[in-house]
C-alpha cells in the first residue's frame, strides 16, 4: 500500500513562491505517474500537472504553465511542485496522487486514474 505525505505549504504573498513536497512509502516511486491536483473552498478538485512517468514530458493546467514547474527525485522517493508567482488563485488544498506508470496523457488530468493520494497541504496567498 502506497502513502503519500505532503509538506511545504503555507501562507504567502501574491508574487511568491513556495515548494511542495510528497514523500511516497510503501511503493517505489518511479514506478508511477505522479500528479498533484487542488481544490479551492467550494469548487472541484481541478488538475495542476502531472510527469509522464514513461518519457519524463510534464503536463500543466492552463493557469499554472510557466509559473508551476512539476520534478521527481527517485532516489529520495520525493515529488515536488516549485510554485512562483503565486496569485491569491491559487489558494487551495493541494494533493499528490500516484497512479499507474503507464498512463497516457489524455488520462493525466482526470483524478480517478489515480489510486494514491496524500492528505493534502494548505496553500494561501494573501497579502
Known amino acids: 500500500q502506497v502513502q503519500l505525505v505532503e509538506s511545504g505549504g503555507g501562507l504567502v504573498q501574491p508574487g511568491g513562491s513556495l515548494r511542495l513536497s510528497c514523500v511516497a512509502s510503501?511503493?517505489?516511486?518511479?514506478?508511477?505517474?505522479m500528479a498533484w491536483f487542488r481544490q479551492a473552498p467550494g469548487k472541484q478538485r481541478e488538475f495542476v500537472g502531472a510527469l509522464k512517468r514513461s518519457s519524463g514530458s510534464a503536463s500543466y493546467t492552463g493557469s499554472v504553465k510557466g509559473r508551476f514547474t512539476v520534478r521527481r527525485d527517485n532516489a529520495k522517493n520525493t515529488w515536488y511542485l516549485q510554485m512562483n508567482s503565486l496569485e491569491p488563485e491559487d489558494t487551495a488544498v493541494y494533493y499528490c496522487?500516484?497512479?499507474?506508470?503507464?498512463?497516457?496523457?489524455?488520462?493525466?488530468?482526470?483524478?480517478?486514474?489515480?489510486?494514491?493520494w496524500g492528505q493534502g497541504t494548505q496553500v494561501t496567498v494573501s497579502s
Open positions: 510503501g511503493g517505489t516511486l518511479s514506478t508511477y505517474t
Open positions: 496522487a500516484a497512479g499507474s506508470g503507464g498512463m497516457i496523457t489524455s488520462s493525466l488530468p482526470v483524478a480517478s486514474m489515480y489510486q494514491y
